[in-house]
Every structure is written in structure tokens, then in C-alpha cells.
């Protein structure tokens, strides 16, 4: 079962081809035992002192809320892509996206009234921190995000309405965090590994490389390369539950793959970034590796 995501109005179907059954085993069975070793308990951790960042004030039906948005260089930074691209993903799915960020737990404080309150410390990426200083827009997604997140973390109702605190940059003290000390596994470099035969002769479309990555325990980013294209016009992309196939426009590029993971195509989202010359493929997961 397939089902095709569109990047541009101009884009048409790219035509299936067969897989090659051993590499797809021999690929499923090193992604299942890299997905394992990410997934597995004994996974150590590292210990950060977040710097602090700014402070927002909120409530919920307890009373004063705050939240300090903190930095750390040990946070994994997001996927580098302008504010036109990330606004396209989150257009069409929020979920699309993810910016790496640790909650930490609640404590008690007193505000400047000393009236009693809670914090927490959300931190994220050192370097997407000082992004973030310069845009309005990342701001506001990630105040959004760390809101949304310690809801969901603590069975919180936050007012989704904030303010900013002018003059100080947290609230009582920042306490040390413990985080997975593991980057993002790396499935693998598929340049030439599980794909089909491009249509055509030997001097027919390339097949550009793609690195996939495990972005998030339910989520699968997939990177393409293509140096020769300035975008997304005219491509095709088409995403089955355990397919991938791209192609270019004047028949420049063809890549047919299998992915090694099952992925909800129906929710998968995909962004050309211009700088890099890449397409990415956001693509959630159906069910991880037992």
C-alpha cells in the first residue's frame, strides 16, 4: 500500500519498482539491532547545567506559573532549515518537526510579590538558543513546544496566553539535568544499498545518496542529497509503508528504496532546504523494532 505526498502542484507519480529481498533483510536486521541498542534502558546519560535564557509567566488552575527557557551545547540541535521551510512543515503537520529539548522537574519558588509559584527549566540547543534570539517566529514555536510538552509530561493545564519577564532571565535556580548521553542512531547510508534499478540506460537519472536517521523514537528523517536542483518544483516524491521513491525533474534524479522501518506515509511530510541543496522526508513510524 502506497500513498503519495505532493511538494509542488507540479508533481507526479514516480513509478514502483521491485525490491531486492536480501539487502532490505540484511538492512532491517542492523536497523532493528541499532533501534535496540538506542531504545535499551542501560543507555547512559549525561549530566548538564543548562544556562539560563528567558523567563515567561503563565498560570495554571494551581496559580503563577514560570517557565525558564534555558541552553546547553549537549542538547541535540534541531534540523538546520530557514524559517520558510519550517513554516511549510508546520502547516501541514506540527508533528512533522521536532526540537530537541529537556523538561525539568517542577520546584516551589517565590515571585517578586513573594508570593509562592512554580518553575521549570526547559533547555534546548546552545546554538538554535542564540537562533532564536533573533526571531520572533522560533520564539514563539518554542515557548509553544516546552508548554505543550510539560503538559504533557506533568497532566498540566497551562493558559496558553504568556508574558516575557523583562528583567531577570529565570526564576529561582536552574538545577543540573540528566540527558541521553546517545546521539541520533544512524540507520544507514543508502547511496547504493536496497534500491531498484533506475528506468533507463546507464546514462539515465542518478541516484542520489540519502542518509536516514532516527530523529525521534517515533520518527524517521530521511536526507537526500541533490546538488543540481535549486527546489522542490517538479520533483515527485511517493511514500509507501516501507517504500521511498524520488524523482527529479528532466529525469536528473531517481532513487527507489526500501525503508527499513514501517512509516505512517500519511503523515509523512517532506521540505527542500535550498542552502544545502537537500530534501528531507519526515516520516513517522508505524511501530518500532520488538
Known amino acids: 500500500m502506497r500513498d503519495s505526498k505532493l511538494l509542488a502542484p507540479e508533481l507526479s507519480e514516480a513509478e514502483a519498482m521491485g525490491a531486492e529481498a536480501a539487502r532490505f533483510e540484511e538492512l532491517l536486521l542492523q536497523a532493528s539491532k541499532e533501534l535496540q541498542q538506542a531504545q535499551t534502558p542501560r543507555a547512559e546519560s549525561t ?34 532549515m530557514t524559517e ?28 517578586a510579590k513573594g508570593q ?7 533547555a534546548v540547543n546552545s546554538d538554535f538558543y542564540r537562533r532564536m534570539q533573533n526571531s520572533d517566529f522560533l520564539r514563539e514555536l518554542v515557548v509553544t513546544i516546552a508548554r505543550e510538552g510539560l503538559e504533557d509530561k506533568y497532566g498540566l493545564q497551562l493558559n496558553p496566553e504568556w508574558r516575557l519577564l523583562k528583567n531577570r532571565t529565570f526564576l529561582g535556580s536552574i538545577s543540573q539535568q540528566n540527558i541521553r548521553s546517545q546521539r541520533r542512531p ?3 547510508e543508502l547511496g547504493d544499498l536496497c534500491t531498484a534499478a ?20 517515533d520518527l524517521l528523517l530521511a536526507e537526500i542529497d541533490l546538488p543540481k536542483l535549486d527546489g522542490a518544483r517538479e520533483l515527485s516524491l511517493e511514500i509507501g509503508e516501507n517504500r521511498l521513491v524520488v524523482g527529479g525533474p528532466q529525469r536528473l534524479y531517481h532513487l527507489d528504496i526500501c525503508v527499513p522501518l514501517r512509516v505512517k506515509a500519511e503523515e509523512s511530510r517532506a521540505a527542500f532546504h535550498r542552502k544545502r541543496k537537500q530534501l528531507m522526508v519526515f516520516m513517522p513510524l508505524l511501530s518500532l523494532p520488538s
Not at 520558510?84 to 520546584?107: C, K, T, V
Request: with cysteine; hydrophobic share 35%; proline share 12%.
Open 47 to 80: 549530566q548538564i547545567q543548562p544556562q539560563p535564557g528567558f523567563c515567561i509567566k503563565t498560570h495554571s488552575a494551581e496559580g503563577k506559573v514560570f517557565i525558564n527557557i534555558c541552553h546547553s551545547p549537549s542538547i541535540p540541535a534541531p534540523v538546520d
Open 84 to 111: 520558510d521551510e519550517l513554516l511549510q512543515i508546520l502547516e501541514e503537520d506540527q508533528a512533522g518537526f521536532r526540537i530537541p529539548m529537556s523538561l525539568g522537574e517542577p520546584h516551589a519558588e517565590l515571585d
Open 116 to 122: 509562592g509559584c512554580t518553575a521549570y527549566d526547559v
Open 186 to 188: 544512524k540507520i544507514q
Open 198 to 217: 533506475s528506468p533507463g540506460t546507464e546514462a539515465g537519472p542518478e541516484k542520489p545518496h540519502l542518509n536516514l536517521w532516527l530523529e525521534a523514537p
